[in-house]
């Protein structure tokens, strides 16, 4: 079982930046593949960004590739999204997840965190 605990979400204006920290428990986080995805009001839930085990692999979505990015701490047990150029598009709520399977098969979630970008 992991757990997982969103933070640094919040109300920003357009052009700003947040950074999402996402705090794992557990010791066998460094197994898992970490990721965070969004959704919308009325739209599905949808992957943002994911990185490896290692750290070594990371995608990122087309629509964020250039001022999202994602990084992950094993000794502390936290993955990071670090978010600039904040669009109105990107308001949504921001989830972590992780996986030892290939996503977006997702193991376990967060209760996720509100982004809202205002114009």
């Known amino acids: 079982q992991v757990q997982l605990v969103e933070s640094g979400g919040g109300l920003v204006q357009a052009g700003g930046s947040l950074r999402l920290s996402c705090a794992a428990s557990g010791r066998t986080f460094s197994s898992y593949a970490m990721g965070w995805f969004r959704q919308a009001p009325g739209k599905e839930r949808d992957i943002v960004a994911t990185i490896s085990v290692s750290g070594g692999t990371i995608y990122t979505v087309a629509s964020v590739k250039g001022r999202f990015t994602i990084s992950r701490d094993n000794a502390k047990n936290t993955v990071y999204l670090q978010m600039n150029s904040l669009k109105p598009e990107d308001t949504a709520v921001y989830y972590c997840?992780?996986?030892?399977?290939?996503?977006?098969?997702?193991?376990?979630w967060g209760q996720g965190t509100q982004v809202t970008v205002s114009s």
């Open positions: 997840a992780v996986t030892r399977r290939t996503w977006p098969r997702v193991e376990f």
